[in-house]
């Protein structure tokens, strides 16, 4: 930013600070006559001097700019210097009966809305005006009927609450002072002096929240209807003052009006809190909240469902997976991952042969190949088999293929090896990947003397299985039965999976 820039921006904020100050002893002070007409024209004169130092861009930047010829292009521009000039007028007059009608009675002044509707015609003249001059069209809106009826409606509002501007004193005034003079003699009636003030800041306080609640609920649903074309939508949607999100990853409570603030924010990389009253205090940590484990008496009570493999199941359970699993893939293979997927009674198993990257899990169904212009499908023809019966890869499964076992026979030992990878501290995987790696005859064996070797793990559940088709929540709930977790160890996307269990 240019110095020139700095200093027109620091006099907006100068100039914004001075206004409230005037708005706000306008609106409460008891000033009447010829003092009252002096604050409004020194309104009138700030809120147009403002209007004035937020100086429009004449030119678009050569890299967006549309192309119009020059004698549109100048007219575009002279309409918005006189649109810019017209603006800061009206938006002084109507500081000024703003001002002049605050110790009226309230109710509504037409004059204040014409005003209104008048810098609302100004709004679309300088849009068509930066049109004209060469700027991208943004109008903020989609042209569809939706879109075009939510921006009328949504012009037709900030007109009707410009005519009721006289009435905002009386109104924040009755909101402020009326809960804490109807709190405070209600609690001084029944208890001591000393006590009835503290009990009324506390009552107050929760008030306030509860307002601000409210008012967020409020400004979502507004934002909702105005639809997210809308720029007071979108202003509404984004300084709501209390916000809640909740995902599968993490979840944010933010509740932040003007010196205040809390903010607590939690996932499964970590956790942070920010309170600020006047001071701001942080704390974070990289543990999340799946570092909370149980306490002792969680534990001895979790334990009872732990049951680990006896030393005859460990020898024999996974041979008897591999076995099934060897069965029903291609002749040919160097590696075997075997997936099951599990929750309560929904599963699923799935064999890749041969991936490219032994360690990717949750694979995408394969995709079949396209025939080749000759039909052949992918297969080798007779003419292009070598001479000596093909090359020592010859036979062997296309790379990566992916086999779907429905009917996998070992379902029960899968069923038993996933229960006991069950811990108090750590609960149940839903995910059990199995991995069995050929033994190569040519040379010494590297895994002992047997054909295979192989390995297995219960992933972890900190992300979301990929599931062909998803469990119900009532089979996440009756998983979670089987293998109780206490709730400190669950995802966040298990917890809004199920939301009525421990």
């Given at each position: 930013m240019s110095t020139g820039g700095r200093r027109r921006a620091t006099a907006q904020v100068l100039c914004l600070i001075v206004l409230i100050g005037l708005y706000l002893f306008s609106g409460f002070a008891d000033v009447h006559g010829q003092a009252r007409t002096h604050l409004s024209v020194a309104i009138a004169v700030l809120t147009g001097l403002f209007t004035l130092l937020n100086r429009p861009e004449l030119r678009p930047p050569a890299s967006e700019a549309v192309p119009r010829s020059a004698s549109v292009a100048f007219t575009g521009r002279l309409l918005i210097v006189v649109v810019w000039i017209v603006q800061a007028f009206l938006f002084g007059l109507s500081g000024y009966l703003v001002s002049t009608q605050f110790q009226k009675p309230p109710g509504f002044h037409g004059s204040v809305a014409l005003l209104a509707a008048a810098g609302q015609v100004l709004a679309l003249v300088a849009l068509c005006a930066r049109n004209m001059a060469g700027f991208r069209p943004d109008p903020g809106f989609s042209f569809g009927f939706p879109g075009v009826l939510r921006h009328v409606l949504d012009r037709a509002a900030l007109v009707v609450l410009a005519g009721y501007a006289s009435t905002l004193p009386d109104v924040v005034k009755t909101v402020v002072t009326w809960v804490p003079d109807q709190v405070h003699g209600f609690f001084a009636s029944l208890a001591?002096?000393?006590?009835?003030?503290?009990?009324?800041?506390?009552?107050?306080?929760?008030?306030?929240?509860?307002?601000?609640?409210?008012?967020?609920?409020?400004?979502?649903?507004?934002?909702?209807?105005?639809?997210?074309?809308?720029?007071?939508?979108?202003?509404?949607?984004?300084?709501?003052?209390?916000?809640?999100?909740?995902?599968?990853?993490?979840?944010?409570?933010?509740?932040?009006?003007?010196?205040?603030?809390?903010?607590?924010?939690?996932?499964?990389?970590?956790w942070a809190f920010v309170g600020r009253l006047l001071l701001e205090m942080r704390y974070s940590s990289s543990f999340g909240p799946l570092g909370r484990g149980p306490t002792r008496r969680q534990r001895e009570r979790l334990q009872r469902y732990e049951r680990p493999l006896?030393?005859?199941?460990?020898?024999?359970?996974?041979?008897?997976?591999?076995?099934?699993?060897?069965?029903?893939?291609?002749?040919?293979?160097?590696?075997?991952?075997?997936?099951?997927?599990?929750?309560?009674?929904?599963?699923?198993?799935?064999?890749?042969?041969?991936?490219?990257?032994?360690?990717?899990?949750?694979?995408?169904?394969?995709?079949?190949?396209?025939?080749?212009?000759?039909?052949?499908?992918?297969?080798?023809?007779?003419?292009?088999?070598?001479?000596?019966?093909?090359?020592?890869?010859?036979?062997?499964?296309?790379?990566?293929?992916?086999?779907?076992?429905?009917?996998?026979?070992?379902?029960?030992?899968?069923?038993?090896?996933?229960?006991?990878?069950?811990?108090?501290?750590?609960?149940?995987?839903?995910?059990?990947?199995?991995?069995?790696?050929?033994?190569?005859?040519?040379t010494r064996p590297y895994y002992g003397d047997g054909p295979w070797r192989i390995t297995y793990q219960a992933m972890k559940r900190d992300p979301m299985p990929r599931w062909r088709q998803p469990p119900t929540a009532r089979q996440y709930r009756r998983d979670l039965r089987r293998f109780p977790t206490v709730r400190g160890r669950r995802p966040f996307w298990l917890r809004n999976q199920v939301k009525r269990i421990g």
């Open positions: 001591p002096a000393w006590l009835a003030w503290p009990l009324t800041v506390a009552v107050c306080a929760v008030w306030f929240l509860a307002v601000l609640v409210v008012e967020s609920l409020l400004q979502v649903l507004i934002a909702s209807a105005l639809g997210p074309d809308n720029s007071l939508g979108q202003w509404l949607g984004e300084h709501a003052p209390v916000t809640y999100r909740r995902t599968d990853v993490d979840v944010t409570f933010d509740f932040n009006f003007r010196l205040i603030r809390i903010l607590y924010y939690n996932s499964v990389q970590g006896t030393d005859e199941e460990k020898e024999q359970l996974p041979e008897r997976v591999a076995a099934v699993a060897v069965e029903a893939a291609p002749p040919e293979w160097r590696l075997l991952i075997l997936e099951y997927r599990a929750a309560a009674e929904h599963e699923e198993i799935q064999l890749r042969v041969d991936p490219a990257d032994r360690w990717a899990w949750a694979w995408d169904e394969a995709v079949e190949e396209e025939p080749t212009a000759d039909g052949a499908g992918g297969e080798d023809s007779p003419e292009e088999e070598s001479p000596g019966g093909g090359d020592e890869n010859e036979g062997r499964s296309t790379n990566g293929d992916l086999l779907e076992l429905p009917d996998f026979p070992e379902r029960a030992a899968l069923r038993r090896l996933r229960e006991a990878s069950y811990s108090a501290e750590h609960g149940v995987g839903y995910v059990l990947v199995m991995n069995i790696e050929k033994n190569d005859p040519s």
